[in-house]
């Protein structure tokens, strides 16, 4: 649990449309009091350093656990 940054329920979070997540500060999303994710704001960093970091974070934790949505889904999706 983050001191720093605000907490948000998955249900608020998903009542936001996009203009209102690109406005939105970096928060982390929870269900049912457990953690799920944590949503950063990267519109303040405009040398991509965030970015960056974070996929490479991904990268790292995708080749531990979790699986793709098409697995999860049991079908192939569009992107």
Request: proline share 1%; aromatic share 8%.
């Given at each position: ?52 970091q974070?996929?490479y ?9 979790g ?13």
């Amino acid at each position: 649990m983050a001191t720093l940054i605000p907490q948000m329920t998955i249900t608020d979070f998903r009542k936001l449309k996009v203009t209102e997540l690109k406005r939105l500060k970096s928060c982390e999303i929870y269900s049912d009091g457990e953690y799920l994710f944590t949503f950063v704001n990267g519109g303040v960093d405009a040398s991509g350093f965030l970015r960056l970091q974070t996929e490479y974070k991904c990268q790292v934790a995708n080749g531990v656990a979790g699986e793709s949505l098409e697995q999860i889904l049991k079908e192939e999706v569009k992107v």
